[in-house]
């Protein structure tokens, strides 16, 4: 292991970084935390083109930028294109803050530039095959679902549920709901179990459909989840509802 001073203008951010958005904030604060206490864990760097490449460590990188640094203390080895990208999908998913997005691209980067399967980038990262997969059909939602698991407002297992519903436009009354509501997965599968068959016995038939804008107000949920349990509970069966203000003086004065 070779561990020197590099020249902060010898290095390079990553080519290729895992991380689509650095909090400056994070930046600022670990700067702070440099200064005080010195760089406690050296970064990564391997030799590219004549100067060298963060393979990971780059927030401590950033941080010493903002500190107006000339060196910055590094490991430099040979490293190959696969290594590299084993090592900074490793690096990353150890992160608590990255976002469900990042994550998923860590694992799809795994598979498009390596051709690793499920199973070994589950090995690689130690996770489930399942957990693997879940965030790599991720890839592949629409942004607004995208949005929505990233910003944490649904889980992806509630995503993928949604996702089985096949319209467009019911799948996007059906996210706005879930986003509004805050359900479950189980809840997830309760409205889309209610959808298909709503869909097939009302509003489908072999000629076509009635236009949506006529039947989304009768195909709303039936189901939300349970404020104690989280479980799914009809709408029929609860005991108390949500009211916007409106709707409250309606109901007094009628």
């Not at 000339?70 to 998913?93: F, K, M």
């Not at 693997?132 to 649904?154: C, H, S, T």
């Not at 479950?184 to 949506?212: H, L």
Request: with cysteine.
């Amino acid at each position: 292991m070779q561990v020197q001073d590099l020249l902060m203008t010898m290095v390079d951010r990553p080519v290729d970084p895992v991380r689509g958005h650095i909090d400056p904030e994070g930046i600022r604060e670990l700067a702070e935390s440099i200064r005080e206490q010195g760089l406690l864990q050296h970064i990564l760097c391997r030799p590219s083109n004549g100067r060298y490449e963060v393979v990971w460590g780059d927030r401590r990188y950033l941080a010493h930028v903002f500190l107006g640094s000339l060196t910055i203390r590094s490991e430099v080895r040979d490293i190959s294109d696969e290594e590299c990208l084993v090592l900074r999908a490793t690096e990353n998913d150890q992160r608590v803050d990255l976002t469900p997005m990042e994550r998923a691209r860590v694992y799809g980067k795994m598979r498009n530039q390596l051709g690793y399967t499920v199973e070994k980038i589950a090995r690689c990262m130690g996770r489930t095959g399942v957990t693997i997969r879940n965030y790599l059909d991720l890839l592949g939602f629409p942004p607004e679902f995208q949005e929505a698991v990233d910003k944490k407002l649904i889980a992806i297992t509630t995503a993928s549920e949604l996702r089985k519903i096949d319209d467009p436009e019911f799948q996007k009354y059906y996210l706005e709901s879930a986003v509004q509501n805050g359900v479950t997965k189980e809840v997830a599968q309760q409205w889309v179990a209610d959808y298909e068959k709503s869909r097939k016995a009302k509003y489908y038939s072999e000629g076509g459909g009635m236009p949506v804008a006529n039947v989304i107000g009768d195909m709303r949920p039936t189901f939300l989840a349970c404020a104690g349990c989280h479980g799914p509970v009809e709408l029929r069966e609860a005991r108390s509802y949500i009211f916007c203000p409106d709707c409250q003086r309606e109901l007094k004065s009628g």
